[in-house]
């Protein structure tokens, strides 16, 4: 069994006795006034194992199984599949925290502000994947081609403005940060990753 299967089963129980108990939400999501005034630091990374509905875990499931299982093994081919495995899963779970933390000192103070679901998380992984093969050719609900360097481009433009302008209770700045921190830590992991990517993007020129 992969990593990424394994978190992806460890979400969805969460995250299906989460729809059953308002209760589990309530004490995992991310709260920045808790974190802030009640040291309650376990949020920034529990706040990614619930859910608000079936079609917000199932497209994060589906997104993180499709591109993390990927990822998982150009690390697994990289360092071997304990070292591999490892560093994927520490990729994963760090960028969960690190998305989480624009909008902890944004609303620390507000106690009207939470947020839940691995999404923060998701968007890293989609990132490390665009280092590993820019030119990968995707498709937007099964139907609209697009190659995902132009894709991920989009979704952090999008993600960028939608934080600043919109109030749609989506943590926009959650994906724009975890989507850039993914491809940072990949980078730190594995900095040959620079030249992959590099030698990739030249290949359309």
Not at 7 to 23: D, E, L, M, P
Request: aromatic share 18%; net charge neutral; with cysteine.
């Amino acid at each position: 069994m992969t990593v990424t299967l394994l978190i992806c089963i460890v979400t969805g129980i969460i995250s299906y006795q989460a729809f059953n108990n308002r209760t589990i939400i309530e004490r995992l999501k991310h709260y920045p006034v808790a974190e802030y005034r009640n040291k309650e630091y376990y949020r920034f990374l529990s706040s990614g194992f619930v859910h608000g509905s079936w079609i917000h875990l199932l497209i994060n499931l589906f997104v993180l199984y499709q591109f993390g299982t990927v990822v998982e093994g150009e690390f697994s081919e990289v360092y071997g599949n304990a070292l591999g495995r490892i560093i994927f899963t520490v990729t994963y779970l760090l960028t969960i925290i690190v998305a989480d933390l624009p909008t902890y000192f944004r609303h620390k103070n507000n106690p009207s502000y939470s947020a839940i679901g691995a999404s923060g998380g998701v968007s890293g992984i989609v990132f490390s994947f665009i280092l590993f093969h820019p030119w990968q050719q995707l498709s937007l609900y099964g139907i609209i081609p697009f190659k995902a360097i132009i894709g991920g481009l989009a979704y952090l433009v999008y993600s960028s403005w939608a934080s600043k302008t919109r109030n749609d209770g989506i943590d926009h700045s959650a994906h724009f940060y975890g989507a850039v921190f993914g491809m940072v830590f990949t980078v730190i992991a594995y900095p040959e990753v620079i030249q992959i990517f590099l030698s990739e993007m030249s290949q359309i020129f």
